[in-house]
């Protein structure tokens, strides 16, 4: 099974790959189970797991089929790698198996094609319709590796004893206990009008959730549960945590999702925790 070193296994609109030693270098010095309420791509997640951090995790999200891929490879790894083997990469049969009802298929299969279409539609991207239908067009791809064995795997072993859960954030709030660490990367606050990736699922993330959010972070503050959020750095979001519980910090990230080249690039993005950053963490080598 290689050096079982898992890394993401999806593509995702604000994966955190490119951030995973800045929001590593900011966690707790000492902390019990791990959550992670909008998983993703589950790149802070895999990082913790291949650093041996981990004693416990808990990864959850709304999003069912996300939830049921994760699900898949943990229990039905085999099963998974069977599927994703007989899947031709071409244009027509990605329309074909995009348009399958993905609740009419098994557990397996459900994963498998949300795999094959995350490697090989349009710029890796998750995006669905109001009614809840994937509609994101055939990628640009010549050899798109949707069946990358090894680290499936892999990821297969680290998912073992993990809570995967669908729920929504909120519920962190009865599950978390003090001394454990949760991260929070929600759908960030648009910086404009166009930048708006907030059909991440059907219903959207409004200011609203965003206003949630950062009730359920009081709460946990409250609870003596240790946390961190990532969001854009926005009027929105600063106003929100300017609070005697919340410690602000800036990271530097590239804009990695963007039709138009020259707007990619070093945005900063804001890191909020509710303590301080032990400098011994800050400096140790990643």
Not at 79 to 85: G, K, Q, R
Not at 100 to 117: C, G, N, Q, V
């Amino acid at each position: 099974m290689g050096d079982l070193r898992p890394r993401p296994f999806l593509k995702w609109a604000g994966g955190k790959n490119q951030l995973a030693d800045a929001l590593l270098q900011r966690r707790p010095v000492h902390f019990k189970t791990y959550y992670e309420p909008f998983v993703g791509s589950g790149a802070i997640f895999f990082r913790l797991y291949r650093e041996g951090l981990l004693q416990g995790a808990a990864l959850s999200d709304v999003n069912a089929e996300l939830i049921d891929t994760y699900v898949a490879i943990r229990d039905h790894v085999f099963e998974v790698i069977d599927i994703l083997s007989e899947l031709p990469h071409s244009k027509e049969f990605y329309y074909e198996i995009r348009s399958k009802d993905p609740w009419k298929l098994t557990l397996s299969e459900r994963a498998a094609r949300m795999i094959y279409l995350n490697k090989t539609g349009y710029n890796g991207l998750y995006r669905v319709n109001r009614q809840g239908q994937f509609n994101v067009p055939f990628g640009r791809y010549q050899s798109p590796n949707y069946l990358d064995l090894e680290n499936l795997l892999a990821v297969s072993h680290a998912l073992q004893n993990v809570e995967i859960i669908c729920t929504p954030f909120d519920t962190i709030v009865e599950r978390a206990e003090p001394g454990d660490w949760v991260y929070f990367d929600p759908p960030y606050v648009p910086v404009s009008q166009t930048a708006n990736f907030t059909s991440y699922y059907a219903n959207g993330f409004s200011l609203r959730d965003q206003e949630r959010l950062r009730d359920v972070c009081v709460a946990l503050s409250q609870k003596d549960v240790q946390l961190m959020v990532s969001n854009s750095d926005t009027t929105i979001v600063r106003s929100l945590y300017a609070s005697p519980y919340f410690v602000i910090d800036e990271v530097k990230a590239n804009r990695a999702i963007n039709s138009n080249g020259a707007k990619r690039g070093k945005i900063t993005e804001l890191v909020i925790t509710n303590y301080r950053v032990d400098q011994t963490i800050q400096r140790r080598p990643l």
